[in-house]
């Protein structure tokens, strides 16, 4: 990883030094070499206007000539100011004439000078004879012989410039083959040293990776977990950490399941076998009123603790796949949790339920879900609770903008001293209460927390002094 981060950074260096060297190349080829030579071209253009004027009366000649000659006389000093090459102490200067000694083409420097001083003077002669530098001659005019000395020498600076041009691109063409020379030979060097370092790091991790892909084959086909052993400090070594986490908690999952399956298929028997049983009974006894009375009693009690056991099982799958529907409605927490504690006293005879509102408990919200989570509630407060021991149920609806229902039993000894563990999916309690009670299976409290949820509400459980359990859901108007 070092040697290729290495490779990297000389490479970007390079190619920023290159870049670099390109730009400032190209920049001096179109403002040093390229614009001169496009204004020398608009210099001979103005020269060829005088040449109409050669004919003209001598006062048409003071007007017309001025414009031509202020671009002359623009071009000739601008020349001499920036483009000079043979006295210029610019950079660009500098690098031209270095171009041009190792091309042999020094001589031209001395040819460029001769031609820009012929055409300052004869663009300063034209000036004088025509009136527009000095005294107004008495016959203002323009003579062939200087127009044809000035065109002559703006030629000999256009060809001049012109093999400046073909120096400069040659020069520029050199440093370009070379730096791509360099890269090429850096390019298959690191190519080179690149394969090399891959051979010795395939060698180096290609086991540790074999171990992980056979790990996770016989995981994947056999579902057998075996910890993978990598002593490393690098990404392979996290990546197998990862992995052994990962297996670990799919394992424990499956445990999991595999005991809420046991657990949940032990509670749908238990109120089977009992109705089959009481309904043959009060079969049997179809004549005695009291046996088959007692009989239907009890399957109708047994049917309720099923209907909400299976509830219970689908609701929880609907809310590990966030499918659990939610429609609110305005309610009444106090009616609905008389409704809900009169059905479950039928199942629960031997505590007593005390109901303790206070305020008015109208809100909005999922009538259905906050029955659910109710008698869910009220399932696991008795599993928990002392024998014959009551149980308090507070509505606190005192506050504007909350709900508070509590739930108060003593006991809980049977429960593990971390109570969030009460609410993963999946989780079992060992207490299972007393015969004919409800008991809990560990997936209510896991629905009363999806519910909270769902009303953007909380839902937690804590111990007080006396083995008092305090089950509390805080719910939103």
Avoid at 40 to 49: F, K, P
Avoid at 71 to 85: G, K, V
Avoid at 182 to 204: D, H, I, K, P
Avoid at 407 to 421: H, T, Y
Wanted: aromatic residues 6%; contains cysteine.
């Amino acid at each position: 990883m070092l040697s290729q981060l290495i490779l990297a950074a000389l490479g970007i260096t390079m190619s920023i030094v290159a870049l670099k060297r390109l730009a400032i190349e190209t920049s001096y080829l179109r403002h040093y070499v390229f614009q001169p030579f496009v204004v020398i071209s608009s210099g001979i253009e103005s020269s060829n206007a005088l040449y109409t004027l050669l004919a003209r009366p001598p006062s048409d000649v003071a007007v017309e000539i001025r414009e031509p000659m202020a671009r002359l006389r623009s071009f000739i000093d601008r020349y001499q100011r920036e483009w000079l090459t043979a006295t210029s102490t610019l950079p660009e200067a500098i690098h031209l004439r270095a171009a041009l000694a190792r091309a042999g083409e020094l001589a031209l420097l001395e040819e460029e000078r001769e031609a820009a001083d012929t055409i300052a003077a004869a663009i300063a002669h034209i000036e004088r004879t025509t009136g527009l530098a000095g005294p107004m001659p008495a016959a203002p005019h323009v003579r062939r012989a200087d127009v044809e000395n000035l065109s002559g020498a703006l030629v000999r600076l256009h060809k001049i410039n012109l093999r400046y041009m073909e120096v400069a691109y040659d020069a520029f063409d050199r440093i370009r083959r070379r730096i791509f020379l360099v890269f090429m030979t850096v390019g298959l060097g690191g190519v080179t040293a690149a394969s090399l370092f891959g051979l010795a790091v395939r060698r180096a991790i290609a086991p540790r990776i074999h171990r992980m892909v056979t790990a996770v084959r016989c995981f994947r086909e056999l579902g057998v977990y075996e910890p993978l052993e990598d002593r490393g400090d690098d990404e392979l070594a996290v990546l197998a950490h990862t992995l052994n986490t990962s297996f670990k908690a799919i394992a424990e999952r499956d445990k999991d399941r595999d005991r809420f399956l046991a657990v949940a298929a032990h509670e749908l028997k238990t109120p089977l076998t009992t109705m089959k049983g009481f309904s043959q009974v009060a079969l049997a006894h179809r004549n005695d009123t009291a046996i088959r009375e007692r009989a239907l009693a009890i399957i109708d009690r047994q049917a309720t603790r099923l209907g909400h056991l299976v509830q219970d099982l689908l609701w929880s799958a609907r809310i590990s796949g966030g499918e659990l529907p939610f429609r609110p409605e305005a309610i009444d927490v106090e009616e609905l949790a008389r409704r809900v504690i009169g059905e479950f006293e039928l199942v629960a005879k031997d505590h007593s339920i005390r109901l303790a509102p206070r305020g008015d408990a109208h809100m909005l919200g999922d009538p259905e879900l906050v029955e659910q989570a109710l008698w869910s509630l009220l399932v696991q407060a008795v599993s928990v609770a002392l024998e014959h021991d009551p149980v308090l149920v507070t509505i606190d609806a005192g506050a504007a903008a909350r709900v508070l229902i509590t739930i108060e039993v003593r006991g809980g000894k049977d429960l593990p001293e971390d109570l969030e563990k009460l609410l993963e999916p999946f989780a079992v309690v060992a207490f299972e209460g007393r015969r004919g009670e409800p008991r809990s299976t560990g997936v209510g409290l896991h629905l009363v927390q999806g519910i909270a949820r769902l009303h953007g509400a909380r839902f937690w459980i804590e111990r007080r002094p006396g083995d008092l359990m305090v089950f509390s859901l805080e719910l939103r108007r």
